[in-house]
Structure formats: C-alpha cells, structure tokens
C-alpha cells in the first residue's frame, strides 16, 4: 500500500471512529447512569455479536437498545416473551393465498437487523432455540426453503433476575452463542437525578409533539468500522496471554488445585474467538490502533462468565462464573 493510500485509510479510519464517538455520545445522553451496558452495545456491534443483558426491571434496557436502532439505519423489532409464545411467533411461517393457489412465506420479527428478545428466559426451550439456532446459524429455515438474515444482525435478550417461577433458564452450551453475558445495576444519586430531569423534559417534549429525529448512521460505515477493527494490532505476546487466560478455564490446576476443583467446564475456542474480538472493539472505541492488556481484562467478565461453569461443590460455596473469571484473571500473569 502506497503513502497515499495510507493517508486514505487513516482519513477513514479517523472519520468511523469519529462517528462512534458521536453515536456514545448521544447514547449516554439519553440512556442515563448506564455507560457500561452502552459500551458493550457498540462492542457487540462492532464485534458482529449478540448481548444478553440481566438487570432488575427499569433500568433502561429496552430503552438502549431502541435509541441505538433509532441511531443506525435499520430497522428495530421487539419481542416480549412469553410462556405461549410459539417458534412461529419469531420466525414467521408460510400462509396459504388461495388467490393465488400457492404459499407465501411471511417473514417474522427476526429478520429485523436489531431485535429485542425482552425476558428470554420466560419462553419455552423450542422458541429460545429458533432464536439461538438463526444467531448461530444466521439463516431461518421454514418447511423446505432457508432464508438469509440481513448482514446486520444484532439481537438483544434480556433476562430478569428476580423471578423465577414461571421460567426456562438458558441452558449453558446455548448461553455460548452470546457475545456478552452483561449484568447491569442501579444508577448512582447523581444518575438518578439527571434520570428525573430527562423524564420531565422528554414528557414536555411529547405533549407538544416536538424534537427532531436523531442523525442515523450509514449501515456501510458500521460494516467499514468492524474491517477497522480487525486491522488493529495485537502483539503475540498478548495474544499468547488472551489464548492462556482461556486455557486456563480448561486446566486451573496448573495455576491453583482449588480454583481447578470449583470448574466444572471451561471456555471453548468460541470463548477465545469472543474475547479477542471484544477487546480489539474496545481498544478501537478508545482511538487507538492496537490492543492492551486491559482491555483483554475488561472485557472478559463479560465475555467468560457464561462460558465458565462452576462445579457443584463450588455452586454450594457461593462461587458462579462470574467469581471463577475473576481468579483467572488474578492468577494467569500479564505478558
């Protein structure tokens, strides 16, 4: 590549980044008391991946996820499920037109490029697995045809953490197929207060009908920021290091007898693939043009937690993924 294509490059580069800047920017203007679920939005984003987020009700989950599609230029579909709720109601299915003596396949929410699945754990295993099976697969078979799903694709599943009767909890080799697996809290004083201010303003603003719709962003610039991306530099010293820390997960014993005993499965190479790619977005999102250590570290609660399984004997300790993740982190050593 030649000076001037360099500079080219570097323009562009300067110009996504720029954007996402923005995009954060007014996200966190409007999703108050919320930068982390915010940040792991756009990773997931850039990293071609799907959230699921735990949170107590309120906490602007559903909220996120619609300003970011009002944002993006795609379209956005919410999902609310429920113990009813059939594979059907997701996909979409053939309808019989007699006018035409024929069936016509009526596509369903899921081929909407942003999608909320609002309470996952609340609908049946045959619907959580259509859901599962078309992120995986990124396709939707119906009867004898397979339909593509648009190249952005990006799904969100919440979960409430509160209730539990009444659910179908994700099993673990499907909870895999998620990018993230973010848990969410209560704003501060400070965020809670502003939250008050934003509700009265936008109560204002929809009595009289006023506010102009919010610059959306080209789906081509989404697709040039994920090639940015995968262009960052990762040193193989650190690559080495993101490799171990998943390792780890599989063999504990070589770093402490008892951390091996409380894991009852590690991270597959799913799990590598995953933190790789969320690190390479978050040091992208921070303007620089190669990985560190800490954003290896930052982003792997989020990506491992799921994919690390506690043992019986750990669950009966008060251990979960969550806790393992952490040790990992403390005993595999920085490059």
Not at 16 to 33: K, N, P, Q, T
Not at 96 to 116: A, K, N, S, Y
Not at 268 to 292: H, Q, Y
Not at 296 to 313: C, G
Request: glycine letters at 6%.
């Amino acid at each position: 590549m030649d000076s001037r294509s360099d500079e080219l490059s570097t323009g562009t580069n300067a110009r996504l980044h720029d954007a996402f800047i923005r995009l954060r920017e007014d996200l966190s203007s409007e999703i108050v008391g919320q930068s982390a679920l915010i940040e792991r939005l756009l990773i997931a984003l850039l990293a071609d991946g799907h959230l699921l987020v735990e949170g107590a009700p309120g906490l602007a989950k559903t909220s996120a996820i619609r300003a970011l599609a009002a944002r993006l230029e795609a379209d956005f579909a919410r999902v609310q499920f429920t113990p009813d709720l059939l594979p059907a109601d997701l996909t979409g299915t053939e309808v019989w037109r007699p006018q035409d003596g024929r069936f016509e396949f009526q596509p369903g929410p899921i081929f909407h490029p942003v999608l909320l699945a609002d309470e996952i754990n609340r609908a049946p295993a045959k619907v959580q697995s259509a859901l599962l099976e078309a992120m995986g697969e990124r396709q939707v078979t119906v009867g004898r045809h397979t339909y593509p799903l648009p190249q952005l694709f990006l799904v969100m599943a919440t979960q409430n953490p509160i209730e539990q009767e009444g659910t179908f909890p994700l099993p673990e080799a499907q909870l895999d197929r998620f990018l993230m697996y973010v848990r969410i809290g209560y704003p501060e004083v400070e965020a809670e207060t502003e939250i008050l201010r934003l509700a009265r303003n936008r109560a204002r603003a929809a009595m009289h009908a006023s506010g102009e719709p919010p610059e959306r962003l080209p789906l081509a610039d989404v697709f040039a920021a994920r090639e940015a991306v995968l262009d960052l530099h990762v040193a193989p010293a650190l690559e080495r290091y993101l490799v171990e820390l998943v390792l780890a997960s599989r063999d504990a014993g070589r770093y402490d007898a008892d951390l091996a005993r409380r894991i009852a499965w590690g991270a597959s190479p799913r799990g590598s693939i995953a933190l790789e790619r969320c690190a390479r977005a978050r040091a992208w999102l921070a303007g620089r043009d190669f990985v560190t250590p800490d954003d290896v570290r930052a982003v792997a609660p989020d990506v491992l937690r799921h994919r690390v399984l506690p043992s019986y004997e750990a669950t009966a300790e008060g251990w979960d993924g969550e806790r393992l993740v952490a040790e990992l982190v403390k005993q595999v050593p920085l490059p």
